[in-house]
């Protein structure tokens, strides 16, 4: 056995200074988001910019969410216990993310991020992504057992579960 090799001092002054540069940064974002700017902005920009990109890449975004909203009525009669931040305004959605219309536009809007990012895919550019993903993890030797119960601890609909469990 080796023996435990002390940490270089100047490795722990940069672990420091990389733990504070991080929390600046949070503060730096918390500071954005709660700005009219980001609000009045840069939101409708940037949800704009989903909805054109999804358009323009044979993503049929309001068909989908419509489509979603008219299956049942979606109402909870009990609104489980989550962290204050699912609560607060972010992206294109006053109410945070746990809100119905983030739930309605998830993912549709994960498909217009997979076209934009694989644009050799075009709409299908979220699923190219997601098999690779499946592929990586099942060359790592990832595997769900026959009956095996999967739980997502995620954040999103649960759409990667879902193929996980298939």
């Not at 730096?28 to 990109?53: E, F, G, H, Q």
């Not at 305004?89 to 997979?114: I, R």
């Not at 075009?122 to 769900?144: C, I, N, P, Q």
Request: aromatic share 10%; glycine share 6%; net charge negative.
């Amino acid at each position: 056995m080796r023996p435990a090799r002390a940490i270089p001092t100047s490795a722990r002054i940069a672990t420091l200074l990389l733990v504070l540069a991080r929390a600046d940064a949070f503060n730096l974002m918390d500071a954005l988001l709660a700005s009219p700017l980001y609000k009045r902005v840069l939101v409708p920009m940037s949800r704009d910019m989903m909805i054109n990109t999804a358009r323009e890449n044979g993503v049929p975004w309001a068909e989908s969410v419509e489509w979603l909203r008219s299956q049942r009525d979606w109402t909870l009669d009990e609104r489980a216990d989550a962290p204050a931040y699912y609560d607060a305004p972010f992206h294109a959605y006053d109410a945070g993310n746990l809100c119905w219309d983030a739930a309605f536009e998830q993912e549709v809007a994960s498909k217009a991020v997979g076209a934009r990012n694989y644009p050799a895919f075009g709409a299908e550019g979220e699923t190219a992504f997601r098999k690779a993903f499946d592929d990586a993890l099942s060359d790592a030797g990832a595997r769900v057992p026959d009956g095996a119960t999967v739980v997502d601890l995620g954040c999103g609909t649960g759409y990667s579960t879902r193929r996980l469990a298939e």
